[in-house]
T-cell receptor, first 114, second 117 residues
Framework: GENVEQHPSTLSVQEGDSAVIKCTYS??????FPWYKQELGKRPQLIID?????GEKKDQRIAVTLNKTAKHFSLHITETQPEDSAVYFC?????????????FGTGTRLTIIP | DAGVIQSPRHEVTEMGQEVTLRCKPI?????LFWYRQTMMRGLELLIY????????DSGMPEDRFSAKMPNASFSTLKIQPSEPRDSAVYFC???????????????FGPGTRLTVL
């Protein structure tokens, strides 16, 4: 089955600086890579996703890059703000008819230092 | 839409007791997922349904766990008998399903925090 590794497990950055979280996956059939943000005591919420037919996707201050050959993808947050403090999870899925299973990474606790 | 609804939000029970968690997916969503979240194991998929049919239950820990989806608007996750190691936050999530191939976001419910003493 799919195995997703995520690094680092914790990350502290100064407000205004950039943060990068990296994930690797094992199943070459995976073609969908979402990122979820979970604030303390809250539910995970999708913040951005990318499919294997593109190499990069941006949405305001967040971006995700994908390297299919190396089987890794990354989340980039620029101009970090205090409200970016949360746990971020990457995930991978081999979307095909009949299976939407997401395999999650172990999470990165991001702390923005004011 | 009220989003995914879960009940109860908190459950404290004693070892050996039966526990039933409930979930109402977003109306119109065809897929429903049950996850367990712990510090040690992170976010794990237990089982998921598409059109009320179980598709992947490979994450169900053991026979003590069972899940049902009798109709499109309701699902249960049952633990019988419960054990202290089952203590975790259990999330239900729903999505539009693979029929809408361009959009597969899973929307999570608020979770049920289960404590087994």
């Amino acid at each position: 089955g799919e195995n997703v590794e995520q690094h680092p497990s914790t990350l502290s950055v100064q407000e205004g600086d950039s943060a990068v979280i990296k994930c690797t996956y094992s199943d070459s059939a995976s073609n969908y890579f979402p990122w979820y943000k979970q604030e303390l005591g809250k539910r995970p919420q999708l913040i951005i996703d990318i499919r294997s037919n593109v190499g990069e996707k941006k949405d305001q201050r967040i971006a995700v890059t994908l390297n299919k050959t190396a089987k890794h993808f990354s989340l980039h947050i620029t101009e970090t703000q205090p409200e970016d403090s949360a746990v971020y999870f990457c995930a991978a899925s081999a979307l095909n008819f009949g299976n939407e299973k997401l395999t999650f990474g172990t999470g990165t606790r991001l702390t923005i230092i004011p | 839409d009220a989003g995914v609804i879960q009940s109860p939000r908190h459950e404290v029970t004693e070892m050996g007791q039966e526990v039933t968690l409930r979930c109402k997916p977003i109306s119109g969503h065809n897929s429903l997922f049950w996850y367990r979240q712990t510090m040690m194991r992170g976010l794990e998929l237990l089982i998921y349904f598409n059109n009320n049919v179980p598709i992947d239950d490979s994450g169900m820990p053991e026979d003590r766990f069972s899940a049902k989806m009798p109709n499109a608007s309701f699902s249960t996750l049952k633990i019988q008998p419960s054990e202290p190691r089952d203590s975790a936050v259990y999330f239900c999530a729903s999505s539009e399903g693979l029929a809408v191939i361009s959009y597969n976001e899973q929307f999570f419910g608020p979770g049920t925090r289960l404590t087994v003493l």
